[in-house]
């Protein structure tokens, strides 16, 4: 009797359930459907999710490594050189082919990685509805810059060294100012790459801060992105405004470490908040790490060559190097704190070592050498006597600036663009390695210091690839 | 648990089976009675069951009908005054009338005890047929001669004779009824096949679409711990795949072929129904009724988005109306035999010791030597003290030793699953129950590794108001724990890990060594890696703790004849607890700390960042679905004509929440842990001067998929004879970053079907049954992960360098997103002969897949190198053949059954570059070719060794060595192709034999026209840790060997594009087509005797996996385990019993 009238209660229940259901269901239908189906996706909308999106400093602030590897700052033996990865090898001895039909090569993927983002957030900031706060007009020329960057690292792997007679027709990159990823760019010509890159940071400059953000160095600044200017410049051989981008930026920061101050045995001397650094950038780990990577312990050895240059007292053989038991050098971690992977970013250093060769060139050798030396009696040992440099002529002046250039700029895939501007301007230099009995020989001005374009790229896009 | 046991209520799918037109019209002058029968039967449904001593069927007369009812048809018939006739369920029943007034008067003062003997229409006796008392709760079974005796009978008492498959039969009770014969329902078994599409069920014959049904016995057939393995080798149009051949995104099963690119390919599997997301595992095979699989759009539309693949429909037992209670048990157990570890030739130990030595000389190793710390072989150890005593001793002792011994030996053993359940169902009149309870226990063929699982399941029906509500529950509960300990990844073939005592010995690890025995002068904790200790002593365990809950709830009306309301409500809860314990003593955790460890090289001092004390990670998921439908099932019928309809509303959430954490100086006691007083953030310094944070595994995120459906479902059937069937249904989920309206997508179906032999021109004696039917439709695929607009992933605890919290992008914007969708046309045919000696069917099907969403390949300038889009269209078809025969019918019975199926497919358009000629080679599904299988082999072409022993391919037909312009070619012709990496023809052969209650039957499997990789000899292989090939010695080795050999001479340095290229050379692609003994079954039944307390019991032996009749390649191995030892073979032993 009693479960028959429970069962009647149930019933009644279940059938106004039933009905409520179907109501319920038709007017929260869209309520439903709208429920987000991860709590780890969203499609961004806010000032913070485009933020976020820049701060990807994986995404945003990693370069390639193959101007590292091909460069003349770091030997391996014969033995370790079998150990690498067959690009590292054939970039080590700048063979005509590099990749050997591996795809993923991360000197051209990073950089549009990076473009792709920055794209995004650009768009995604025309869209939103506080377009013209303040923040947005910073994570505007946030992403400029990023982009400018990006475009800046292409161009120095994969086009010649500037000329301005001859930029109009020679080959650029795809230049892509669109996220969309269903069109393709051809090459753009150097000269509009130079100028879009140039329109991307003159277009940040107004947007960003002049404080240099001090505890997130992956974010750019005003002084970033002078001196991406200032860098550029001296590239395209334009030093007159080499020398001002470099004056704007020295203005607004110009804090040198001492290297007196930093510790001799650490593994990492520097933190990735160090004093001198403007803007991070690191070198994507993966696809280079056993020839790049600077670790104790490391395959690769710097260069003996490169280690003779250092005065004695020059306390960056004992901060910026190691050395090994065997006596060769190792490269310590440097400005990206503890990261194994080179940094490659904007650091005060290179603007003092800027400055002082464009008042070289133009012939003020005493400003140049005062440049000079306000750098480096922070590498001496101060317990020593630092004995300033003198120039006799404004060319043996650049010829001192160059040399410290040389020294300062270690690791940073600086002296491989260096290379290319100097032999261009007949410093004549070759490179040359040695490996179980062969010679292997970079001419001056060889097309091979121009990268080939990865193959995935040329396959699916079919842009002009470079002569080797 | 007080608001379970109140809603336990199950509902019961209704299963229309009685509904037919009761009226007849039949005009006809001469028609014998016979005749009349036929065509009622015809009309109605209804059998007419007469004595033939008693009625002369062969006697004409003259009819004219028009809608007139049953009765008065067969009043009409008999006219003899002493026949009467009474309808029951589906039956007219001739009897005579009763004889006398006084019989009539004394009748129901005695009792009769009531004898005979059931048979079928063979004369074949029936046993455990049901002799029952109509309207009393009195029965007996037949025994196995069909014998029976029901005692204390009142004379005039009906009583009722059924047995499962058979027309029921009412008599009169007598002292001995004689020989009573059922006959099979229709003369036709396939007929009360009732099919379920997880909506409704229906009899087959009223089907369109391609079904194949698995009932009960086949599924017990074969032992195993899940289901799905119980479907391999029983049906066709399905394909199992091994773990070892299975491509990146291939589902271990597939339906009529591949129906996505890089979609989800696994088939929809509903139980009891709504769709299972958990896993399979949970379900125990003895609980199952019976298993649909819908191949074709008809049944499969009904599931929309989600039925691209195929659908499993499962049904789990239900008790039955009117029932004792029947209590049945099941108890096997399984032996798996040894893995056999040589089954892979290999080079021996001493030649790995040689290639090392070359390898040595060659300065291979000089890296790890000066490192100092990194591994080395132990041969290598040596190497460099050639001057040391016994140095040829210990070398020679290296040479002879075997690794494959001793993993044998400690590390593998006799697999043992023991399987037991018990179940209890029956009935009364207005409540239906059954309930079981299942234990299985298995100890798996790695020692160490075992898995537990406990399975409840109690459902209940009740019905009211005359049976027109139903109130039904179905409560499942599995509980299961499974552990697994780490495999050991051999390095060297002659490492040992057990001295000649048996007690376990240090390998290089991740140390060499010298190294780990010395470093850290005593102040580290011991660093020696010793596998068979870590095994001996459960060091390192991982363990998984499933609870799983599932609550099927319903209710159901019928509003009025014909007419049914019906709420369906699901409720499941998972969680499942995966575990990783690696004890402090165990390598892992020793190493870690070590690795962290610093010692002021001045004060001595340790400081470990990571803590002593175990180390856990813990991973637990859980997952929720709710899901509530609202159906009206409608049956209108009118003259011929029958109209059924289902339409319902579906709303559906899938949650899912999955999460890790790793915990340090885990206490296993108190679960206490020092996660607090450690530094993730850190960069702590390493022993080999790197530097790294502590590694904590941490992620936690949740899922929610949400679906919202309307679905109609009809049929109209015209005089039993044509079938028309249409089915529509509109999905629509949280798609994300889409707008409500273009959530959805409509799927629908339509199909038809013409049973043959009812028409009246049919006169094809021999061929009693014949039916055509064909279905056209779309079904479809949906990925909830994907979006038409730019999404991103923020993970709560991701920080950039800078300790700043950062997005990446998941998917790039794609404004042309659409769903997958599958154009499905399918032609069957159903036939059986006079007696159902011979049965089976055709179905030749097409698929087309169109808009498949593909993982695309696009240039790195647009700053993502894959993007997932619609990309692609495919083109599947086949055939699926399957005819059954029963050879003989005597005391010797003898049936067999052939499966045939044929797959061809081919993308017909790729809208995506596909890469090098070495992408598609390597990784050809990612890279599918236009006019050729998504699963196909591709190889390079092989222009034998040069005269340095290199391996050599073609180039504008000219022999070379440049690898890097093979691979780099996107020259299509350059490719060879050399089939299909999965079968397109495969099947069975059964054979089943029984005499006197002793059953023997095997299954032998046959896998055709597919090919597959072999393993070779390379120069990366043998200097890494890959050994499983047997052609070391077959490599050249000088010069002129290049003339008889095609494996290549071991080079050092090993360049990786070389070995590749000889890796993906056409020499090394195998045929693989097989042909398999898959199981042998031997049972013997019980005769019913007294002495037994049982009614039924089965006992039995089966063989799995029991070895390879045939092979198409020359080098013994089993092409689906092309590289590890194939499945094991096992023995099972077992009994049924029923009470």
Not at chain 1, 437 to 449: E, I
Request: charged share 20%; with cysteine; net charge positive.
């Amino acid at each position: 009797m009693n479960l028959n009238y429970l069962m009647m209660r149930i019933l009644k229940n279940l059938i106004c359930i039933a009905v409520l259901l179907s109501i319920c269901i038709s007017c929260k239908k869209s309520d439903f459907l709208n429920k987000k189906p991860s709590t780890d996706i969203t499609e961004p909308t806010t000032l913070t999710d485009f933020q976020q999106l820049l701060d990807n400093t994986q995404a945003m602030n990693s370069t390639g490594g193959l101007a590292q590897v091909s460069a003349d700052d770091q030997i391996v033996s014969y033995t370790n050189y079998l150990a690498a990865t067959a690009t590292e090898r054939n970039a080590y001895i700048w063979n005509k082919e590099i990749y050997g039909g591996d795809t993923g090569i991360s000197d051209w993927n990073f950089p549009y990685q990076t473009v792709f983002y920055a794209n995004v957030v650009l768009e995604g900031l025309l869209k939103s509805d506080s377009a013209s706060s303040a923040k947005a007009q910073y994570l505007k020329g946030w992403a400029l810059f990023s982009r400018a960057f990006a475009f800046y690292t292409l161009t120095r792997n994969f086009c010649k060294a500037y000329d301005a007679a001859s930029a109009a027709t020679d080959l650029g990159i795809p230049l892509r100012l669109a996220s969309a990823i269903d069109y393709l760019k051809p090459r753009a010509s150097l000269k509009e790459s130079f100028d879009q890159i140039f329109a991307d940071l003159n277009g940040s400059l107004g947007l960003l801060p002049e404080e240099r953000p001090s505890a997130n160095l992956n974010r750019p600044s005003k002084i970033a992105a002078y001196a991406l200017l200032a860098r550029m410049s001296l590239e395209m051989r334009n030093y007159a405004a080499a020398e001002q981008y470099a004056d704007h930026a020295l203005t607004l920061y110009s804090t040198l470490i001492d290297y007196n101050t930093v510790s001799q045995t650490s593994i990492t001397p520097f933190s990735r908040t160090n004093a001198e650094l403007i803007c991070s950038y690191t070198q994507g780990g993966g696809s280079y790490s056993f020839m790049t990577s600077n670790y104790i312990e490391s395959p690769v050895r710097v260069s003996p060559l490169l280690i003779s240059l250092y005065a004695p007292d020059d306390l960056r053989l004992k901060v910026v190097f190691g050395q090994n038991a065997d006596g060769s050098y190792y490269k310590k971690r440097g400005y990206s704190g503890t990261g194994a992977y080179p940094f490659t970013g904007l650091a005060t250093d290179e603007l003092y070592l800027i400055k002082a060769e464009c008042l070289a060139r133009r012939n003020e050798t005493k400003s140049a050498m005062d440049k000079l030396n306000q750098l480096l009696i922070l590498r001496f040992d101060k317990t020593k006597t630092y004995r300033p440099i003198t120039a006799s002529s404004s060319t043996d002046a650049l010829t001192k600036v160059i040399l410290e250039r040389r020294k300062e700029l270690v690791w940073r895939g600086i002296r491989w663009n260096d290379l290319k501007r100097l032999n261009k301007e007949g410093a004549n230099i070759t490179l040359s390695r040695v490996l179980n009995g062969t010679t292997y020989t970079l001419s001056p001005n060889d097309p091979r210091y121009v990268f080939p374009i990865p193959n995935d790229e040329i396959t699916l896009s079919g842009i002009a690839q470079n002569p080797r | 648990m007080r608001i379970l046991t109140s809603i336990i209520f199950t509902l019961l799918l209704f299963t229309g089976v009685s509904a037919f037109a009761q009226k007849i019209t039949y005009v006809k002058k001469e028609v014998t009675l016979a005749q009349l029968f036929k065509e009622i039967k015809k009309q109605t449904g209804f059998n007419v069951i007469w004595n033939e001593e008693k009625l002369n069927a062969e006697k004409s007369i003259s009819v004219n009908f028009h809608d007139a009812s049953l009765n008065e048809v067969m009043s009409k018939a008999l006219t003899n005054p002493s026949l009467s006739f009474a309808i029951t369920d589906k039956t007219i029943v001739v009897t005579q009338k009763e004889v006398s007034f006084l019989d009539r008067i004394m009748s129901p003062f005695r009792e009769i005890n009531v004898s005979g003997v059931v048979r079928d229409e063979n004369n074949k006796p029936l046993w455990a047929a049901t002799i029952k008392v109509k309207n009393k709760n009195k029965y007996v079974h037949t025994d196995s001669l069909g014998r029976f005796t029901l005692e204390g009978v009142r004379p005039d008492a009906a009583l009722v004779v059924s047995y499962l498959g058979f027309q029921s039969r009412e008599i009169r009770a007598q002292t001995d009824v004689g020989t009573l014969k059922l006959m099979m329902i229709s003369g036709n078994l396939d007929e009360v096949q009732i099919v379920s599409t997880g909506y409704q069920t229906l009899p087959k014959e009223r089907a369109t679409g391609s079904f194949v049904r698995i009932d009960k016995d086949l599924l017990d057939r074969s032992v195993s711990t899940g289901i799905l393995d119980r479907l391999d080798g029983v049906t066709s149009g399905l394909i199992f795949t091994s773990p070892v051949t299975r491509q990146v995104g291939q589902s271990a099963i597939e339906i009529h072929g591949r129906s996505t690119l890089f979609g989800n390919a696994d088939p929809l599997i509903v139980l009891d129904n709504f769709p299972y997301d958990g896993d399979l595992n949970n379900i125990n095979p003895n609980d199952i009724e019976t298993i649909t699989i819908l191949k074709d759009a008809a049944a499969a539309s009904a599931w929309g988005t989600r039925s691209g693949n195929g659908v499993i429909v499962i049904t789990t037992k239900k008790g039955s109306l009117n029932t004792a209670p029947k209590i049945g048990f099941n108890a096997n157990v399984t032996f798996g035999q040894k893995p056999n570890l040589y089954y892979n030739p290999q080079p021996s130990s001493s030649e790995v010791i040689d290639t090392q030595q070359y390898l040595y000389k060659q300065g291979a190793y000089d890296y790890n030597i000066g490192s100092g710390y990194l591994p080395l072989p132990p041969a290598v150890e040596l190497f460099r003290n050639p001057s040391s005593p016994d140095y040829e001793a210990k070398l020679n002792a290296l040479r002879n030793n075997d690794l494959r011994d001793q993993l044998s030996k400690y590390f593998y053993q006799t697999s043992i699953a023991q399987q037991y359940q018990a179940n209890i169902s029956g009935g009364g009149k207005h409540q239906k129950y059954a309930l079981s309870a299942g234990y299985d226990h298995n100890l798996g063929s790695a020692v160490g590794n075992s898995y537990n699982r406990i399975t409840l399941n109690a459902s209940n029906s009740f019905y009211f108001f005359k049976d027109k509500l139903e109130l039904s529950s179905n409560l499942r509960y599995t509980g299961s724990k499974n552990r697994i300990l780490p495999i050991l990844v051999p390095n060297n073939p002659y490492d040992q890990l057990a001295d000649s005592n048996g007690k376990p010995v240090a390998v290089a690890g991740d140390l060499n060594l010298p190294y780990a025995q010395t470093a850290g002068n005593g102040k580290l904790l011991n660093w020696l890696y010793k596998p068979l200790e870590e095994l001996q002593n459960r060091y390192n365990t991982i363990k998984t703790n499933v609870d799983n809950y599932r609550i099927n709830l319903a209710l159901s009306y019928k509003v009025l004849a014909g007419l049914k309301l019906s709420t369906v409500y699901n409720y499941e809860k998972g969680k499942s607890e995966r575990s990783t314990l690696y004890e402090q003593a165990s390598y892992y955790t020793r190493n870690l700390i070590n690795t962290y460890t610093q010692i002021d090289p001045v004060t001595g001092k340790v400081i470990r960042p990571i803590p002593l004390g175990d180390i856990y990670l813990s991973q637990p998921t859980e997952s929720r679905s709710q899901s509530g439908r609202l159906q009206i099932d409608e049956e209108v019928k009118f003259g011929k004509h029958v109209l059924n309809a289902i339409a319902g509303v579906e709303i559906r959430e899938l949650n899912t929440s999955e999460s890790q954490d790793t915990f340090f100086g885990y206490d296993t006691q108190t679960g206490t842990n020092l996660n607090s007083s450690l530094d993730f953030k850190e960069d702590y310094p390493l022993f080999n001067g790197s530097v790294r944070k502590i590694p904590r595994f941490y992620s936690s995120y949740e899922t929610d998929n949400r679906f919202f459906s309307y679905y109609f479902n009809g049929a109209y059937t015209y005089a039993d004879k044509y079938i028309i069937s249409l089915s529509v249904r509109q999905d629509e989920s949280n798609l994300f970053g889409v707008s409500t309206n273009q959530k959805g997508v409509p799927l629908w179906s339509t199909g038809l079907s013409w049973i043959l032999n009812k028409e009246s021109f049919y006169d094809i004696d021999w061929l009693s049954y014949l039916k055509l039917r064909g279905t056209y439709g779309y079904t479809g695929n949906v990925d909830n992960n994907l979006s038409a607009f730019l999404t991103t992933q923020t993970s709560s605890i991701s920080i950039n360098t800078y300790n700043a919290p950062f997005a990446s992008v998941v998917n790039p914007p794609n404004p042309s997103l659409r769903w997958e969708k599958v154009r499905n046309t399918n032609f069957g045919l159903d036939f059986m002969t006079k007696n159902g000696r011979i049965s089976g069917s055709v179905d030749i099907w097409q698929k087309n897949g169109m808009d498949l969403i593909g993982n695309t390949s696009v240039a790195p300038q647009t700053g993502i190198s894959m993007y997932m889009g619609n990309s692609a269209n495919t083109l599947t078809k086949g055939m699926d053949f399957q005819i059954s025969s029963r050879n003989l019918m005597g005391a010797v019975q003898w049936n067999t059954t052939l499966l045939y199926n044929h797959v061809t497919s081919r993308v017909t358009s790729y809208k995506v570059s596909n890469g090098s000629n070495f992408n598609v080679i390597s990784a050809n599904y990612m890279n599918p070719i236009e006019g050729f299988p998504f699963y196909s082999v591709f190889s390079f072409k092989y222009g034998g060794l040069n005269k340095n022993g290199d391996p050599q391919g073609y180039l504008n037909g000219v022999p070379t060595t440049n690898y890097a312009d093979l691979f780099g070619s996107t020259n299509r012709k350059d490719l060879v192709y050399n089939g299909s990496a999965t079968p397109t023809s495969f099947g069975n052969l059964m054979n089943t034999f029984n005499y006197k209650g002793v059953g023997l039957s095997f299954n032998i499997s046959y896998r055709l026209g597919y090919y597959f990789r072999r393993n070779s000899f390379t120069s990366t292989g043998i200097a890494g840790t890959d050994y499983s090939y047997g052609d070391y010695k077959a490599r050249w080795q000088k010069p002129g060997d290049e003339n008889h050999t095609t494996v290549p001479a071991l080079v050092y340095p090993s360049a990786d594009k070389r070995e590749d290229f000889y890796r993906y050379s056409d020499v090394l692609v195998e045929k693989a087509d097989n042909i398999c003994l898959k199981d042998i079954r031997l049972d013997y039944t019980f005769p019913q005797r007294s002495r037994l307390p049982f009614k039924y019991l089965n006992v039995f032996t089966y063989i799995d996996n029991v070895g390879i009749l045939w092979r198409a390649n020359h080098y013994h191995l089993n092409p689906d385990y092309p590289t590890r030892f194939p499945e094991v073979r096992t023995i099972a032993f077992g009994l049924r019993a029923g009470l």
